[in-house]
């Protein structure tokens, strides 16, 4: 009897054993099933955050090709696409902001004072200042004679960087290669978002933002800025001669133009996407492969960084656009 009830025992404890496993093996199951279930919902959300960016770039692209000029954008009386860095809400959801390259400042070509005054007012020192300019000169002219505060072959060299190309910038992520220049990257990233590698001159107050007015125009008080900002925002800012007035300063028409050019930054999110997309888009109206083209293309931070809905307007091809200036998405 002593026998049976040790092997009763023996028998309980086994089964309890393999209970205990097939009820590890269903969590471990059940939680998979999770994980997948989850991964298949991801996968969702980003598939279909990928489609609306495309859909919102093409018919950015699309709007661009085909509606006339006005100075703060393009447009006609079904509607405009300000380029101006305004936030834009698709039908599809996705955010999007279109900012003229007229209204940046060009790195390769943009007078000294000018570019030394946009770092100032992000808050470099005018001596840092003074030696970033001086780098990015040594880094695009084509000798090898170093600046008092710049860097050439030997110092890239020491840094174990690539460089200097001696050429014009092609991509603004050159930057990221260059002494001084790299040191901060959220400072360049806000850097970044208001040059170009652009070698044009003409500059178009009806698309700059804040900061460029301001580096172009710094003896112009913040009233006199805030006129133009004014003025834009109602688009009311139609010539060079309102601009003359307020800032009682001749514009040379070879500088200053209040029309976009053909080149501009499209920086594009959607929910189910990590990061943003950005891209360099060119207007080729005459061109073999296209009316357009992508000159580049990189990820960026997204566009909206809080859950809550953001203010936007309705892009000019949403249903949901009533006016011709476009209504506001809240």
Request: charged share 20%; hydrophobic share 45%; aromatic share 6%.
């Amino acid at each position: 009897m002593k026998a049976r009830r040790q092997q009763s025992g023996y028998v309980l404890l086994m089964v309890l054993g393999a209970l205990a496993v097939m009820a590890l093996v269903v969590q471990r199951f059940a939680q998979r099933n999770d994980e997948l279930r989850r991964n298949a919902l991801d996968f969702q959300q980003y598939a279909a955050g990928s489609a609306a960016v495309s859909s919102a770039l093409a018919q950015t692209a699309y709007w661009m090709a085909t509606r006339p000029l006005l100075p703060a954008g393009r447009g006609d009386g079904t509607g405009r696409l300000r380029m101006d860095g305004a936030l834009y809400q698709s039908a599809d959801g996705a955010l999007l902001r279109v900012q003229d390259f007229r209204g940046l400042l060009s790195a390769n070509g943009v007078p000294r004072p000018v570019l030394q005054s946009l770092l100032v007012q992000d808050g470099v020192s005018p001596a840092r200042a003074q030696a970033m300019v001086d780098v990015l000169d040594d880094y695009i002219d084509t000798d090898n004679l170093k600046r008092l505060n710049g860097a050439e072959r030997a110092e890239y060299r020491a840094l174990g960087l690539p460089g200097p190309r001696n050429d014009w910038l092609v991509s603004l992520r050159e930057l990221e290669t260059m002494p001084l220049w790299r040191d901060e990257p959220e400072r360049l990233a806000r850097l970044t978002a208001l040059l170009t590698p652009d070698v044009g001159h003409l500059f178009n107050p009806a698309t700059a933002p804040e900061a460029t007015l301001r580096a172009m125009f710094p003896l112009m008080a913040r009233a006199q800025i805030d006129q133009v900002l004014m003025l834009r925002a109602r688009d009311q800012l139609l010539d060079l001669r309102q601009l003359r007035q307020i800032f009682a300063m001749p514009l040379d028409e070879d500088d200053y133009i209040l029309f976009p050019g053909n080149d501009a930054r499209v920086t594009l999110w959607a929910p189910g996407l990590p990061r943003a997309l950005e891209y360099n888009l060119r207007l080729t109206p005459a061109g073999e492969l296209g009316p357009w083209v992508i000159t580049e293309q990189h990820s960026t931070k997204r566009l909206n960084l809080s859950d809550e809905a953001p203010r936007a307007l309705a892009f000019p091809l949403s249903p949901s656009v009533s006016s011709a200036t476009g209504s506001v998405v809240p």
